[in-house]
């Protein structure tokens, strides 16, 4: 039970989760559009940002790596002008460590939004 959803909505939760070939088609279907993304994305980042070092995921949403030398919070400002918007790393560590660090999404963007975002951040590199 949760207090702050709907019992409407926990319900037609409940009946999605309880046909497990429903969900587990829904997952398949999500690893396999978020593993093509990654795939792209990580690719793009090769080809764009060549200098970010990162290890492909295995699952989830997100690319983490770094920009050696370059303060990835100062990057992000200059990126916001071009309409480029990523987590920097030290938002991750209490202790302002991460400072060439970042996480990027990829689940949301399409590819021409990739390559546009990645070389909006390049052009500051």
Do not use: W
């Amino acid at each position: 039970m949760d207090l702050h959803s709907n019992g409407v909505t926990q319900a037609i939760l409940n009946e999605y989760l309880s046909n497990n070939r429903a969900y587990e088609n829904h997952i398949a279907l999500l690893r396999e559009a978020y593993g093509n993304k990654m795939k792209f994305f990580a690719q793009s980042l090769r080809k764009i940002l060549p200098s970010f070092e990162f290890v492909e995921p295995k699952g989830g949403m997100f690319i983490y790596g770094k920009l050696p030398h370059i303060n990835t919070s100062e990057l992000l400002k200059q990126a916001l002008v071009n309409g480029v918007v990523f987590v920097p790393g030290s938002e991750f560590y209490s202790d302002n460590h991460g400072e060439d660090e970042i996480r990027f999404n990829f689940s949301l963007v399409s590819e021409e939004e990739v390559v546009l975002g990645l070389e909006g951040i390049s052009s500051f590199c």
